[in-house]
């Protein structure tokens, strides 16, 4: 066994995080250039949910990331609160082509927090940013959009894998953050944290974090 391996199940925190946004603004390839570092030109939707997992180092700890994917349900309107359910992260995507895949992002955001925590860790991200000559929405739109709701917001390409580890380790990272600090405002050593693949609700944490326009391309 090669030195520094750690087995599939070996984490010290298990997030979920969900994916959400218009069909096709580019959520599955978001999601296989994180976990799988693989792209896709050929557009399909799925129907049904999919979610992949990646683990990351964050503090020393090993945060493993099980990221969910509407999977195609978004142009049904039939995503569930079953999708929503224990998330503490959410990247929320436009394509920054299309200005109609941003001018949704408010309708989505409220359909997060009707179903989540409010304090739920979001990042705005704004895809297909290699597109340049065809940006609709300028990345001041997006990060105006973003202190507004304090949300974190990037830019980001798939295809040309710009900020995707970015916006994932940034979600990953503070909600990491949030835990830790609650976990020593209670009194427990943060290392003894969760048990193994135990969900974590952040409420009531966020609010010590700030926010708002923490990134951009």
């Known amino acids: ?22 069909s096709g603004v580019g959520k599955s390839n978001l999601l296989s250039r994180f976990t799988r570092n693989e792209f896709s030109l050929e557009s399909k939707s799925t129907i049904g949910v999919e979610f992949a997992t990646r683990s990351l180092q964050v503090d020393g700890k090993v945060v493993k990331a099980q990221i969910w994917d509407t999977a195609g349900q978004e142009r049904y309107r039939a ?5 929503y359910r224990g998330a503490v992260g959410a990247l929320l995507v436009y394509d920054v082509t299309r200005h109609s895949t941003f001018e949704n992002v408010e309708r989505w955001l409220k359909e997060l927090r009707d179903h989540t925590d409010p304090n739920i860790v979001v990042m705005l991200v704004g895809n297909k940013s290699d597109l340049r000559h065809l940006v609709a929405v300028q990345t001041d739109e997006g990060k105006a959009f973003a202190e507004r709701e304090s949300l974190y917001f990037m830019e980001t390409s798939a295809l040309e894998s710009t900020n995707v580890e970015n916006a994932f380790a940034e979600v990953l990272t503070q909600i990491y953050r949030i835990v830790s600090k609650r976990a020593v405002e209670a009194g427990e050593d943060a290392a003894s944290g969760p048990g193994k693949g135990e969900k974590i609700n952040i409420k009531d944490d966020v609010s010590a974090v700030k926010k708002g326009g923490c990134c951009s391309s």
Request: cysteine-free; glycine content about 8%.
């Open 79 to 83: 995503i569930t609160s079953a999708y």
């Open 1 to 22: 066994m090669a030195a520094g391996y750690r087995a599939e199940d070996d984490y010290d925190y298990l997030f979920k995080v969900v994916l959400i946004g218009d």
